[in-house]
């Protein structure tokens, strides 16, 4: 049987279908940045990808996925979350990301290596797919999306110190606390790291 060797694209067609998905981005892009700032009122950045400004609203707390995943299974009281990848961020309050440090060495995980990160004033994310928007046609794989999208507001009960209020917005004493956020993350991030490093045994063994 004779085999049939497909004929080469034309880089004219080619071309056109990457405007095309460049024009989707764009437009979906835009139609994101558009519903942050005017249901939520966040700062948006760059694009596109549409970029969330960190700092201003909010900080954020980013860790592996897997150490996330653990992290959302324990009775811990968290805001909206979103993962882009392998990583996943949680939305603290704004000033947060400061106090990783400091926390850290209190909770007795200074010093130890855990791929714990915050990102405070200046920093960025990518916009996660708002709440109720298609993810785009196409999106490659690893595309932000939120697994526990924000609400109108959400920055009164984001994670914070106890007692410093919640971000912006009213002072709330029942919202999340930034302390047991940050020690459920060392701990799991702890431990995937030890997974990754633990030789897995063998199905048949």
């Known amino acids: 049987m004779a085999l049939t060797v497909p004929l080469p694209r034309c880089p004219a067609v080619t071309e056109a279908v990457t405007e095309a998905a460049e024009a989707v981005e764009g437009a979906s892009s835009a139609a994101w940045a558009s519903w942050y700032e005017r249901v939520l009122g966040w700062t948006v950045a760059g694009g596109p990808p549409a970029q969330l400004v960190t700092g201003?609203?909010?900080d954020v707390l980013e860790l592996?996925?897997?150490a996330g995943t653990a992290v959302l299974r324990r009775r811990v009281a968290t805001?909206?979350?979103a993962v882009m990848g392998r990583r996943m961020r949680f939305l603290?309050?704004?000033g947060g990301a400061e106090?990783?440090?400091g926390l850290l060495d209190w909770l007795e995980w200074g010093g130890v290596a855990l791929d714990l990160a915050a990102l405070g004033a200046g920093g960025r994310i990518t916009a996660p797919v708002p709440p109720g928007h298609p993810d785009p046609v196409g999106s490659p794989r690893g595309t932000a999306v939120w697994l526990r999208p924000p609400e109108p507001g959400?920055?009164?009960?984001l994670p914070a110190l106890p007692g410093t209020g919640q971000g912006v917005g009213p002072v709330r004493r029942d919202?999340?606390?930034l302390v047991r956020l940050v020690a459920a993350a060392a701990t799991e991030c702890h431990r995937a790291r030890l997974r990754r490093?633990?030789?897995q045994p063998l199905a048949f063994s």
């Open 79 to 81: 805001g909206p979350v």
């Open 154 to 157: 959400c920055e009164a009960s």
């Open 197 to 199: 490093r633990t030789p």
């Open 92 to 94: 603290v309050a704004a």
């Open 56 to 58: 201003v609203r909010f």
């Open 175 to 177: 919202g999340a606390d």
């Open 64 to 66: 592996p996925a897997d």
């Open 99 to 101: 106090e990783l440090e």
